[in-house]
């Protein structure tokens, strides 16, 4: 699996959590990291290629489609693309509305640019977690995480960016005031001046953390179960025909990507004649399970099982995390609108 | 896992993202849907209007129409008593016309009746005097008894 085929679960699982670094080693110079202690050696002056490419594909792919939508857009009755853009942006608009209660023209499009760009980033979780790993390796690109917003550095870097805006704002709109609020704020009393910034310190520092590291920690999480139910699949190699399936009979340890694409051919074929019409709906979730069990055993099928709930449920997680961060950046903005 | 560069990427990227969404899309959307807000609140008045319009105007027609018949009626009760009103006139006429017709005739007959006497009576004083001719067979002068039987057929 993943070019190398890890011996063991625990590397299966270190590799793909290892971002694609390009950075100066010590020893070697600049170049792509080969190992996970090379890319610690890198340092901070270290690039992750592999989030920086997907979240600026991901982002570009966001500015090519609204912009798209903005330059047909018209006074007229809206149709297919327009209207899904205009739904969201009307959605946006009507949270930025709701709690944002400044005038500021930036915030509204950093609302939808946060929603959209993080909802697609997460989106990456649900392709399947070796697919594109798997591909580029046979390219020679070792390390693959597709979804940039697994990483701290993506996460955080947004946050930050959104925790600038916010000193900016408070600067511009409180000015002095919003020095008065970090010093005397909890105990309006000029002993309690250390103490009150040291408390407002750490509770304005806490917004921007708590916004990479919750999307940050939701999204790895997810993608950790992803690559746990993955080593399903591998679980049963090996191990006879109950739990290893037709697969472990002919291919014993090894692992043999053909006969995966015809097992998934054959899932595919299947759901495609049940959206013709020719077999019905119950037949179809029967003749999966039942390709999955007899090409992999009892561990595929869970694996597969598992995956599918696992995703449907991931759904909603996604969905969630881009909505959450960014309802509380407009709250963090509004609150660094609001003079006292 | 570790925390690098890719932080002030992710920034940078950031916000060229929001600058790009800021200036090009949301801009240019909210605005084509605020102006179809518009005009469809614009439309959605004109037909309340137009709706009221029909209203006042049904209610007109009605008006009208009600007037209209009032008016028809008018007219035909008009009609009809000028038309008695004519048939009286007429009957009057016709009536006093008849009247004069009658005096006429009956001057006439009065007339007829007078003349006819005069002939009878003339008939009458020759017939006497034939038949006094003939009683007498003697030639009486007709000049002396001319006057005679003349004055008697006036007395006739």
């Not at chain 1, 697994?150 to 916010?166: C, E, I, K, R, S």
Request: proline residues 2%; charged residues 15%; contains cysteine.
């Amino acid at each position: 699996m993943a070019g190398e085929n890890p011996a063991s679960t625990t590397e299966y699982i270190q590799h793909h959590l290892q971002n694609l670094v390009y950075g100066n080693h010590p020893d070697t110079g600049w170049g792509f990291a080969h190992s996970s202690q090379e890319a610690i050696d890198m340092g901070f002056w270290a690039i992750h290629v592999d989030s920086m490419a997907w979240s600026i594909g991901l982002g570009s792919l966001f500015c090519w489609m609204f912009l798209r939508a903005a330059k047909k857009a018209h006074t007229g009755v809206p149709a297919g693309w327009l209207n899904f853009v205009e739904m969201i942006v009307e959605f946006i608009d009507g949270q930025v509305k709701d709690s944002f209660h400044g005038r500021n023209k930036m915030v509204a499009p950093l609302a939808l640019t946060i929603f959209v760009w993080i909802f697609l980033m997460n989106l990456m979780d649900l392709l399947p977690v070796d697919l594109i790993p798997s591909l580029l390796a046979l390219t020679g690109v070792h390390f693959q995480k597709v979804v940039p917003s697994t990483d701290p550095n993506v996460t955080l870097g947004m946050a930050l960016a959104v925790f600038v805006l916010m000193v900016y704002y408070s600067f511009k709109i409180k000015g002095t005031g919003f020095v008065k609020e970090l010093t005397m704020h909890p105990f309006n009393h000029w002993a309690f001046i250390p103490i009150n910034l040291f408390m407002e310190t750490v509770g304005l520092l806490a917004k921007p953390f708590s916004l990479g590291l919750r999307l940050f920690g939701n999204m790895y999480a997810g993608e950790m179960i992803f690559i746990l139910i993955a080593t399903m699949f591998a679980g049963g190699a090996g191990a006879g025909l109950i739990s290893g399936g037709l697969h472990a009979q002919l291919f014993g340890e090894e692992t043999s990507a053909l006969f995966w694409l015809a097992i998934f051919v054959l899932v595919v074929g299947v759901c495609w004649l049940n959206l013709k019409g020719k077999v019905s709906t119950g037949k179809t979730v029967l003749l999966c399970m039942a390709f999955m069990a007899i090409g992999g055993g009892v561990f595929a099928l869970g694996g597969g099982l598992m995956q599918w709930s696992w995703a449907v449920f991931h759904i909603l997680v996604i969905t969630l995390q881009a909505f959450i961060f960014m309802v509380l950046t407009v709250v963090y903005l509004s609150m660094a609108h609001e003079d006292h | 896992m570790n925390i690098n560069l890719t932080l002030f990427g992710q920034m940078v990227t950031f916000a060229f993202f929001v600058w790009f969404c800021m200036k090009f899309v949301w801009p240019v959307i909210i605005e084509s849907m605020e102006e179809r807000q518009k005009k469809i609140a614009d439309g959605l008045d004109a037909a309340d209007r137009a709706l009221r319009d029909l209203e006042l105007a049904q209610n007109k027609a009605t008006d009208q129409m009600k007037e209209a018949k009032q008016e028809a009626a008018g007219i035909v009760d008009q009609a009809n008593k000028r038309a008695n009103q004519i048939v009286d006139e007429a009957k009057v006429q016709a009536r006093t016309e008849g009247d004069r017709l009658k005096v006429a005739a009956e001057a006439e007959i009065e007339q007829e009746i007078n003349r006819a006497k005069e002939e009878l009576r003339t008939a009458v004083a020759g017939l006497a005097l034939a038949g006094a001719e003939k009683v007498l067979e003697a030639s009486i002068d007709d000049k002396a008894n001319r006057a005679l039987v003349d004055n008697l057929a006036a007395k006739l």
